[in-house]
Nanobody
């Protein structure tokens, strides 16, 4: 079992920045591919970004490409999502997830463990 805890969410004005963190604990001897998803009120959960097991590969949704950066520090069992140039439409609960596949994947069904989420609110 792997436990994931997100942090770093909050309220920010449009154009601002936030950095989310996701700390993994439990059975972290196997390095997982990691992803960030988000869910806005009344909408389905959507893919945001993913990073492969050792960080060599990343993938982003078109809506965040060029503004968000995913990274990881395996020594700290932590992944990050640097979010710049935030827009009101980025407002959502952000979730991190771990995939045993080890490779970048976009489909939520490919992820095995999920955090509880952290709220990001971008005001206009």
């Amino acid at each position: 079992q792997v436990q994931l805890v997100e942090s770093g969410g909050g309220l920010v004005q449009a154009g601002g920045s936030l950095r989310l963190s996701c700390a993994a604990s439990g059975r972290t001897d196997t390095t997982y591919a990691m992803g960030w998803f988000r869910q806005a009120p009344g909408k389905e959960r959507e893919f945001v970004a993913a990073i492969s097991r050792y960080g060599a590969n990343t993938r982003y949704s078109d809506s965040v490409k060029g503004r968000f950066t995913i990274s990881r520090d395996n020594a700290k069992n932590t992944i990050y999502l640097q979010m710049n140039s935030l827009k009101p439409e980025d407002t959502a609960v952000y979730y991190c997830a771990a995939s045993r596949s080890g490779t970048v994947v976009e489909r939520a069904t490919h992820y095995d463990y999920w955090g509880q989420g952290t709220q990001v609110t971008v005001s206009s």
